[in-house]
């Protein structure tokens, strides 16, 4: 009997093929759950912590390869999920972020039969009409659209005084797949709504719908477009930055033309090498340029990918300047600061620069990441030890650390964050994005980039140019000590007089609640030992006794309930 043949989703009528994508990506993100919530919560509970851990490598490995799998598969939203999860490589293990790199340059590219037809509707003349020349092989595939080389018509090129130039055309049906791509991922953030761990601080269903209206934007070319003028604007007097040329002749919402910018990729570090540019002072540069779009200019490229940025050499640069430009393209995905967040941002940034715990956890409830009615007076404890000891280290320094101390101060560190009421606010998500990939990259162009070098200088000039400026602040700080100086003797009268009279209390919340955590580890053991014994006996006296025997294994899930899901929900 010959095997069934496997019908393509390319090779289903559009409805079906769109139900086939929505249903294959929800099987996905079900199936993945399921070993999630397997490996662990269920077998920690049963004291098979160990098990966990050794397989985590391999079974990280796996669920990348399945991902990068179905993100080339389907395109669409798939590929910027896994893009970001391969720029996390201060984050994630590395087999996933080496696993999903490849997806910045693998995307399969449209035919050039449906890329002509829909730029020639978009522009409205035929494709040899617009241009002298544009060459059928793409320079590039991206998950909705994709960039061919072109040449303009004699007359385009003396209006813009531009001859190469480079053509963006989007996906033809990508409105239809971005639409059910979301509702996918809308479905899969009512799940994570119903887990308590993660509604808690987050709103999945808000974040998801944050991501639509960003999605929505970037396959509007006349909106990134807007966003390019923009940009470029905003550094026009910056020799450390460089933005394509835009060609509103030949622009629409699906198609884009801008002047080709093509050079280095900024991932490239045998190329950056050969050209006589230093990879760590690229990355020292990326970084600076990134801190200025967040907090002079309010205006973030959420989408610093490889892809999207290129080195350009400058070859006339003076002995000892920068002999590079960092090119940015493709600004369709991008960030906008409210001055409240930005405010925020910068008292984190000096906060962070001067190890200053505290001002760190008001930096916190300024973003909103922590609500006001949080106590944090053990948040602030915790952050001064983990400032003590880890603060300064880069990734590489960090790297060398003994894991067993990292397990330790972790397991404490979270217990105390985990009680405290977190959230991540909204219009984080490009933000956050533009942050992780930037950690990313400049990780990855140098091993021992040390994220405090870049930001205290930069959190030096906030401080110079904040209206209080920094001997405002000085001496306000100076005001404050002298009048707890001079409280301290009648709080002190005061404690003693409190032990005199019998009235001095101690808070041992913290001791109870590890108490009662005991007791519940407890009772949980011995409810699994319980069912071990009523399985094996049960099983045992199947044979002399069947209904006994029945009714013990059916009797010992009980326990096993008990053991797996009791305190769930408990902080």
Known sequence: MPAPRRISAGSLPPASAHRARYRRILSFAAREFIKIWWFELVLPRFGLSSVSERTRPARMQRFARRFHTLAVSLGGLMIKVGQFMSSRLDVLPPEITAELEGLQDEVPAVPFAAIKQLAEAELGVPLERAYAWFD?????????????????????????????????????????????????????????RRVRIVADRVDAPALVEEFAQTSREEIDYLHEAANAERFAANFA??????????????????????????????????????????????????????????????????????????VTPVPEAAPGAQNFRL??????????????????????????????????????????????????????????????????????????????????????????????????????????????????????????????DAAEPYAGRLLRDESGNLAMTLAQQAMETVAVTMRLPKRIDDVITRI????????????????????????????????????????????????????????????????????????
């Open 136 to 192: 059928e092989v793409p320079v590039a595939a991206a998950s909705l659209g994709q960039v061919h080389r072109a040449r303009l018509s004699a007359l385009d090129a003396a209006d813009t005084g531009l001859g190469n130039v480079v053509v963006k055309v989007q996906r033809p049906g990508i409105d239809e797949i971005v639409a059910v791509d979301l509702a996918a991922l809308r479905r899969v953030a009512g799940w994570l």
């Open 237 to 310: 007097d910056d020799p450390r930055v460089d933005t394509p040329q835009l060609v509103w002749e030949r622009i629409t919402r699906r198609v884009l033309t801008l002047s080709d910018v093509t050079a280095i990729k900024i991932n490239d570090k045998t190329a950056l090498r050969a050209a006589g540019i230093d990879p760590s002072e690229v990355a020292d540069v990326f970084a600076e340029v990134m801190f200025d779009q967040v907090f002079t200019h309010s205006f973030v490229h959420a989408d610093p990918h490889p892809g999207n940025i290129f």
């Open 327 to 452: 090119t940015f393209i493709d600004f369709g995905m991008m960030a906008e600061v409210a001055p409240n967040l930005r405010d925020g941002l910068r008292t984190l940034l000096i906060a962070v620069a001067g190890r200053d715990s505290k001002g760190l956890v008001v930096a916190a409830r300024e973003i909103g990441v922590l609500l006001p009615s949080a106590d944090t007076v053990e948040l602030e404890r915790a952050l001064t030890a983990l400032f003590a000891r880890f603060g300064g280290m880069g990734f590489a320094e960090l790297s060398k650390v003994d894991p067993r101390e990292f397990s330790d101060f972790a397991d404490e560190f979270g217990d105390m964050v985990r009680s405290l009421p977190l959230q991540l606010p909204e219009n984080m998500l490009l933000l956050i994005r533009a942050v992780s990939l930037t950690s990313g990259m400049c990780s990855g162009l140098n091993p021992a980039f040390n994220v405090w």
């Open 500 to 571: 005199d009279d019998g009235t001095v209390s101690f808070d041992t919340s913290r001791l109870e609640r590890r108490l009662d955590s005991l007791v519940r580890i407890g009772r949980r053991a011995v409810a699994a030992v319980l069912f071990a014994g009523m399985l094996v006996g049960g099983g045992v006296l199947l044979t002399p006794n069947p209904v006994l025997g029945t009714v013990l294994i059916a009797a010992s899930a009980v326990p096993l309930l008990y053991a797996m899901f009791a305190g769930i929900g408990r902080r």
